[in-house]
C-alpha cells in the first residue's frame, strides 16, 4: 500500500513524498513533485471512517459534505447485491460502503502510480487546462470523486431491477447526470472544487470516457484491475461468507505501473503481478459463476423486473422519481403488494415476499457456445408447448470474465491487452505470458430454463428428463 | 435454425445496422471485405461522436477495441442477422447482411431512425477505408483530443501531425494524413 495522505504536506512546490509499505511500514520510495498534495486545507483527509475490508476510509471535509449529502445517503438504503441475500443471507450490505472502499483503492492505485512515475503524471496532466501547478492534487481530487461517485445512480435493487427500472437511462447516465446537474450534485462539486470538475468527473465514469491524459485515472476506477472491482470481489466475498473473491490485492496494487506505447499512456504491471493478476480473473470467474449469477438469484432477478413492470402506475420517468427509489421503500411495498391478489403485481410480489420460487429444469454448461444458446432457449419454447399448465421461463445469463484476447488475435482489428513490464523494461502482453489466462475462457454464458413445480416432485423429475431429451433432439 | 433468440439489444441492432450500411458502400465501390478491423473503428467513431452504447473502448496503439462487439457480432450471426462470407474465418472476416436483419431493425427502429444520419455518413465512409487508414484516423482522433484538453489555442493541426509523425515515424504519406485529417473534420470528429 501507499502513502497515508495524511502525512503528506498540504502545500509546497517540492513536497517530498514517502510511500510506505502496508504489510512492513517501511518507506519504500521516495520522489519529488513541483505542485501541492491537497487542494486545500479542506481537502486534507482529516476525518475517518471503519470499514471492514481496508480498515480506516479517511476522507476531507469537502468529501465529508458529499457523502452527507441525501443523494450519496440514499446509497446506504440500495443493497450491492439485491436479492442475494435470498442464497447468501449474510450479503445485505450497501452501495454506501462500496463507494467508500473504491475511492480508498483507488487513492491506494493512483498513490502507487505516483511513487512511481509523479514526475511523468504531472507532467501529463499539468499541460491540461485548469490543472497547471496543482497536477497531481486536482488529478487524485477528481479520481476520489469519481471513485466515490461511480456508482451514485443506482436505484433500488442495483442491477437486478435495472432493466427495468433504467429504460432511458442506464445507472451510468444517471450517475452522469447527477454528477453534473446544479441542481443535484453539481452544484457543490462546481462550489468547492471549481467549474470544471463535474464535466471531469462525469468522463471518468462515462462510457466514452475522459481527454486522453486521465484514460490512466478511468482506467484505474472501472478498467482491467480497476478498484471498483477490486472492492466489489472482497467485499462480496467477506458478506457473502465465500471466499472466491480475496485476493492478494496489495500486491496487485503494489505491481501497478504506466508504459507509454506510440504515444498513448496505459497502466501496465510490472513483471511480479502477473500472478495476482490471475488471481484477480479467477476471483472474477467464480464470484461470477458462485455468486453473481447464481441460478436462484437470477429467478428473483425476474421477478424484480416483472413486479416493476406490472405496476399499475407504470414505470418511473423523471429523474426525481428514479433517485426516489431505494430497496426499502420498494420493500415495504412488495410486502403491502403481496397481500392483494387484485394487483396486477401481486404474484410477483408474493413470490418475493414469501421466498417462494420456481426451480431449475434445465441449464446448460456455464460457458456454452452461443449454438448451444439457441438450442435452450428453442427446448424452452418447446417445454412450454408441451407443459401448458405450468408456468416455464428461461433465463440467459452473461459476462465478461476477462478482455485479454490471445495474442495471434492483433492482426484483425487489435486486442485488448495488459501490458507486462519485464525486467530492463521490455514490455509484453499479459496473455502471452500467462497460460493460465489464456486457457480461461472469457465469457461466463449460460442459459437455465426453470419452472413453477415443487422442488422434489414427480412432475419436475419429469420435466428435467424431458429436457434432456429435447435437447439431445435439437443437436445440444 | 433461424428466427432472433439471442440476438435481441438495441446495441445488437446498431452493429447490425453498421453492417448494412457499410455493405452497401462496399457494394458501390468494390472494396475490400467488412471485417473485424472495421467493426471495431465505426462503433467507436459513433461513439465519440455522440452515438449511445454499452461498448467501452480500450485504446491501445492499433487504435480502439472492445471485446464486446466480437462476442456479439458472433450472436448477430448466429441468430442469421448477419453472415460472415470469409472462407478463412480464423484470419479474417467478410460480414454481410443477413435473412434476419431486417426484423431486428424493426425491433429498434426508433433507435435508429434517432441516430441514422450519422450511422450511415460514418459506416459508408469508413467501410471503404484500408486498415491501416484506419489506425492512422483513430490515432488523429486521439491527439485531436489530447490537445484540444490542453491549455494551448487551436488551431490543432499542425501540432497533432507533427506529433503523429513522432510517435509513428513514416508510417504514414503526408498526403495520407492530410486526406484523412480533413475526411475527420468533415463528420465533425476533429476540428482545424
Redesign the interface.
Same mark, same amino acid.
Given at each position: 500500500m501507499s502513502s497515508d495522505p495524511s502525512e503528506r504536506p498540504s502545500d509546497g512546490t517540492s513536497a517530498k513524498i514517502e510511500s510506505r509499505s502496508h504489510e512492513t511500514g517501511a518507506i519504500h520510495h521516495l520522489s519529488r513533485f513541483r505542485g501541492p498534495i491537497f487542494l486545500s486545507e479542506r481537502d486534507e483527509p482529516n476525518d475517518r471512517v471503519r470499514c471492514p475490508i481496508h480498515g480506516f476510509i479517511k476522507y476531507s471535509a469537502n468529501e465529508r459534505r458529499i457523502i452527507n449529502h441525501p443523494i450519496f445517503q440514499r446509497l446506504r438504503m440500495i443493497r450491492q447485491l439485491a436479492l442475494t441475500e435470498f442464497v447468501y443471507p449474510g450479503a445485505t450490505h450497501t452501495r454506501f460502503a462500496h463507494s467508500l472502499g473504491v475511492m480508498e483503492v483507488a487513492s491506494q492505485a493512483f498513490d502507487s502510480l505516483t511513487a512511481k512515475q509523479g514526475d511523468r503524471l504531472e507532467s501529463i496532466f499539468g499541460?491540461?487546462?485548469g490543472f %497547471?501547478g496543482v497536477a497531481l492534487a486536482k488529478a487524485r481530487q477528481i479520481l476520489r470523486l469519481a471513485a466515490l461517485l461511480h456508482d451514485v445512480g443506482h436505484i433500488a435493487f442495483s442491477h437486478a431491477a435495472e432493466h427495468s427500472l433504467h429504460k432511458g437511462m442506464g445507472h451510468e447516465?444517471l450517475s452522469e447526470k447527477i454528477i453534473t446537474d446544479g441542481e443535484l450534485l453539481g452544484g457543490l462539486l462546481t462550489e468547492m472544487y471549481g467549474e470544471d470538475v463535474p464535466s471531469l468527473v462525469a468522463s471518468l465514469i462515462s $462510457?466514452? !470516457?475522459p481527454?486522453?491524459?486521465f484514460?490512466v485515472l478511468q482506467d484505474i476506477v472501472? !478498467?482491467?484491475m480497476d478498484a471498483d472491482r477490486t472492492d466489489y470481489l472482497l467485499r462480496d466475498s467477506h458478506y457473502c461468507g465465500v471466499d472466491y473473491g480475496r485476493f492478494d490485492y496489495r500486491r496487485l496494487i503494489d505491481s501497478l505501473d504506466l508504459i507509454e506505447? %506510440?504515444?498513448?499512456l496505459?497502466i501496465a504491471l510490472k513483471r511480479e503481478g502477473i500472478h495476482v493478476f490471475e488471481a484477480l480473473i479467477l476471483a472474477r470467474y467464480q464470484m461470477s459463476v458462485q455468486v453473481y449469477y447464481h441460478r436462484l438469484r437470477r429467478v428473483y432477478d425476474k421477478y424484480l423486473e416483472w413486479y416493476f413492470e406490472n405496476l399499475p402506475e407504470g414505470l418511473p420517468q423523471s429523474v426525481d422519481d428514479l433517485i426516489g427509489l431505494n430497496d426499502f421503500d420498494m420493500f415495504g411495498r412488495i410486502h403491502v403488494d403481496s397481500a392483494d391478489p387484485a394487483l396486477p403485481q401481486y404474484q410477483w410480489a408474493e413470490r418475493i415476499a414469501n421466498r417462494r420460487h420456481h426451480r431449475e429444469v434445465f441449464a446448460t454448461g456455464m460457458d456454452a457456445r452461443? $449454438?448451444q444458446?439457441?438450442?435452450a432457449? $428453442?427446448l424452452t419454447d418447446q417445454l412450454k408447448s408441451e407443459y401448458t399448465d405450468v408456468h416455464i421461463f428461461d433465463d440467459?445469463a452473461k459476462a465478461?470474465i476477462h $478482455?485479454l484476447?490471445q495474442p495471434d488475435d492483433?492482426? %484483425?482489428? !487489435?486486442?485488448?491487452?495488459v501490458r507486462l513490464i519485464r525486467p530492463y523494461g521490455l514490455a509484453v502482453s499479459v496473455a502471452e505470458e500467462s497460460q493460465l489466462l489464456r486457457d480461461l475462457t472469457? %465469457?461466463f454464458q449460460c442459459v437455465r430454463v426453470f419452472a413453477d413445480v415443487e422442488p422434489e416432485s414427480d412432475l419436475r423429475n419429469e420435466i428435467k428428463a424431458r429436457a434432456q431429451v429435447i435437447w439431445r433432439e435439437l443437436g445440444g | *435454425?433461424s428466427g432472433i433468440?439471442?440476438s435481441e439489444s438495441q446495441d445488437h441492432a446498431l452493429l447490425a445496422y453498421v453492417i448494412k450500411c457499410a455493405r452497401e458502400a462496399i457494394e458501390r465501390k468494390n472494396a475490400r471485405p467488412l &471485417?473485424?478491423?472495421a *467493426?471495431?473503428k465505426i462503433p467507436y467513431f459513433l461513439?465519440?461522436l455522440g452515438v449511445? *452504447?454499452?461498448?467501452? =473502448?480500450?485504446?491501445?496503439?492499433? &487504435?480502439p =477495441?472492445?471485446?464486446?462487439i466480437l462476442?456479439d457480432i458472433?450472436?448477430l450471426?448466429?441468430?442469421g442477422v448477419i453472415t460472415d462470407s470469409s472462407v478463412e474465418k480464423e484470419?479474417?472476416?467478410d460480414y454481410r447482411p443477413g435473412e434476419a436483419l431486417d426484423e431486428l431493425l424493426a425491433m429498434h427502429r426508433a433507435f435508429i431512425d434517432n441516430y441514422k444520419d450519422v450511422i450511415e455518413n460514418v459506416a459508408s465512409g469508413l467501410a471503404v477505408v484500408e486498415?491501416n487508414q484506419l489506425e492512422l484516423l483513430a490515432?488523429l482522433v486521439?491527439?485531436y483530443?489530447?490537445f484540444?484538453?490542453?491549455?494551448e489555442a487551436a488551431p490543432f493541426r499542425s501540432s497533432v501531425v507533427a506529433?503523429l509523425g513522432?510517435?509513428?515515424p513514416d508510417k504514414f504519406t503526408q498526403a495520407n494524413v492530410d486526406h484523412a485529417y480533413d475526411w475527420l473534420k468533415t463528420v465533425g470528429l476533429v476540428g482545424e
Open positions: 499541460a491540461v487546462a %497547471e447516465a $462510457k466514452s !470516457g481527454v486522453p491524459q484514460k472501472s !478498467g482491467q506505447e %506510440e504515444g498513448v496505459s452461443v $449454438k444458446l439457441r438450442i432457449r $428453442k440467459l465478461s $478482455k484476447v492483433r492482426d %484483425e482489428g !487489435g486486442g485488448v491487452d472469457t %465469457e | *435454425m433468440l439471442i &471485417g473485424r478491423t *467493426m471495431q461513439q465519440v449511445p *452504447m454499452k461498448y467501452r =473502448f480500450e485504446i491501445y496503439t492499433y &487504435g =477495441f472492445c471485446s464486446e462476442r458472433e450472436w450471426e448466429a441468430d484470419k479474417r472476416s486498415p490515432t486521439y491527439l483530443r489530447w484540444e484538453a490542453t491549455d506529433r513522432e510517435i509513428k
